[in-house]
């Protein structure tokens, strides 16, 4: 149980797209999810934290036009990342919890490279 | 502010030897703690977890003791195999229910 499922898992873009990332909980309700950007060789960072039905909470130094998140319903956030340029490039993984005490689980994350 | 620190890697260990990864945290109260693993091209998943002072948690022959008194929760397994290599990633959940990471550790398993 618990499935996270990401996609896409890879996007190789032009610099001046937008992309978007999907993310559902397949078989159980995520109340939160939350974003991360991995760097090279470096542990995740949070990027914001989205409850159904509200508006993200994004960390300090994220910019939240930049990186729209949307948590429409109980199974699934997006996350895009507008007007892509070589600095986003990069590696993003959500995940999703039944509960804000609960365990995150983990989708696979989706390699990002503007080109 | 509450953080977790854990060595660094890489760490490389023939098949079969004993594992361990150091992870200590500062934090106030008792946090949730756990460990999560990155297998080469995945995503993270959850190893193992303790919530309160002397649990032990484990899963796949990996283990991890909750010690207060120490403010650590080190990884260790008994005997590894080469498709333990992996990255991972020590973390508590700080008082606002957010993780808090270490910077991870690379394990590579020689034949």
């Known amino acids: 149980g618990a499935v996270v499922s990401q996609h896409p898992s890879r996007v190789i873009c032009k610099s001046g797209t937008s992309v978007k990332i999907e993310c559902r909980s397949l078989?159980?309700?995520?109340?939160?999810m939350f974003w991360y950007r991995q760097f090279p060789k470096q542990s995740l960072m949070l990027m914001a934290t989205?409850?159904?039905?509200?508006?993200?909470?994004?960390e300090q130094g994220v910019e939240k036009d930049k990186f729209l998140i949307n948590h429409a319903s109980l199974t699934l956030s997006t996350l895009t990342v507008t007007s892509a340029h070589p600095e986003d490039s990069s590696f993003y993984i959500c995940?999703?919890?039944?509960?804000?005490?609960?365990?995150?689980?983990f989708g696979d994350g989706t390699r990002l490279s503007i080109l | 502010g509450d953080s977790v620190t854990q060595m660094e890697g890489p760490v490389t260990l023939s098949e079969e030897a004993f594992l361990t990864i150091n992870c200590t945290y500062t934090?106030?109260?008792?946090?949730?703690l756990f460990w999560y693993v990155q297998y080469p091209g995945e995503g993270l998943q959850l190893l193992l977890k303790?919530?309160?002072a002397d649990d032990k948690g484990s899963n796949k022959g990996f283990e991890a003791t909750y010690r207060k008194e120490t403010t650590s929760f080190h990884l260790e397994k008994g005997s590894v195999q080469v498709s333990d290599s992996a990255v991972y990633f020590c973390?508590?959940?700080?008082?606002?229910?957010?993780?808090?990471w270490g910077a991870g550790t690379k394990l590579i398993i020689k034949p």
């Open positions: 995940s999703a919890s039944s509960g804000v005490d609960q365990p995150q689980h």
């Open positions: 078989d159980f309700q995520a109340t939160t």
């Open positions: 989205s409850n159904e039905g509200s508006k993200a909470t994004y």
């Open positions: 934090a106030t109260g008792y946090p949730s």
């Open positions: 303790a919530t309160k």
């Open positions: 973390a508590l959940m700080d008082s606002n229910y957010q993780l808090i």
